[in-house]
């Protein structure tokens, strides 16, 4: 770097330290690339990235790629992008045909004890369980071990080490069941991977088909299974609404 470079690629913490070091100075930046900014949101770096954003000069273009475009991602691009132009690349909104989609209808209490039935009566053995927040997440792992069930959670707050080690050990089936957030989950490619469960439905659409495209890859069957509440009806008709047909609902369970 001190030898002067053209493109410089760095994570937040990183660029801060050099900068509050002396060894690199913004001012005369050109271009500002935000990449994988909803992630930047749910790991913390928020503050970070502002205070790099203060040392760019005034005159610059500014380009920021989300996977998502969730409103606190539009609230930020809103407070550090001037009159932006929003380009999107077309989600894929059609399942794979592989995958067996399945919905039940739940109250919110009874969620955890619906997840230990489906994986006893089922005899899911290996499955990628997503959830909606990071301590969500933490108490489902808490207590499928403690009935047996070897879990591990993956989200923001873990390290990179100890994120590892969780879909290390999923790969290699030590573990039984991954609970992941949607950001954390990022990049997960697990072969055949039999079931998918949607411990809470997205509220965006795209976003459950992100999800359940994880199974029933390279012409291999998956299932995907949804816990559904009533508070939960409009994300549902939603997702029905984009793959254009109605997911089969099980009517049979015991915390119907």
Do not use: W
């Not at 001190?2 to 100075?25: E, H, S, Y």
């Not at 996977?67 to 001037?82: E, K, Y």
């Not at 990049?187 to 509220?203: A, C, M, Q, R, S």
């Not at 409009?234 to 793959?243: G, M």
């Amino acid at each position: 770097m001190q030898k002067g470079v053209d493109i410089l690629i760095a994570t937040p913490g990183r660029l801060l330290d050099l900068m509050q070091q002396g060894f690199i100075n913004l001012s005369h930046i050109e271009f500002f690339v935000l990449d994988e900014a909803d992630r930047m949101l749910d790991m913390g770096f928020i503050n970070d990235i502002k205070k790099v954003i203060a040392k760019l000069p005034q005159k610059k273009q500014t380009l920021f790629f989300s996977a998502t475009v969730a409103p606190d991602i539009m609230q930020l691009a809103n407070t550090l992008l001037h009159n932006p132009i929003k380009v999107s690349v077309t989600p894929v909104s059609t399942p794979a045909e592989t995958v067996k989609q399945t919905v039940y209808h739940v109250k919110k209490e009874n969620k955890r004890l619906l997840l230990r039935h489906v994986l006893k009566t089922n005899r899911i053995d290996h499955a990628l369980v997503f959830t909606r927040t990071k301590r969500g997440a933490d108490r489902i792992v808490k207590e499928l071990n403690k009935n047996g069930i070897r879990s591990d959670a993956i989200h923001g707050d873990k390290s990179q080490g100890a994120r590892e080690r969780a879909l290390d050990s999923f790969k290699n089936r030590k573990i039984n069941i991954l609970v992941a957030t949607d950001i954390a989950s990022r990049g997960i490619d697990v072969d055949k991977l039999t079931h998918v469960i949607n411990f809470e439905i997205p509220e965006q659409a795209e976003t459950y088909v992100h999800r359940i495209g994880r199974t029933g890859r390279a012409g291999e069957n998956g299932t995907a299974l949804s816990f559904c509440t009533e508070d939960e009806l409009t994300y549902l008709k939603d997702i029905n609404k984009l793959i254009k047909k109605n997911i089969e609902v099980v009517k049979s369970h015991p915390f119907q």
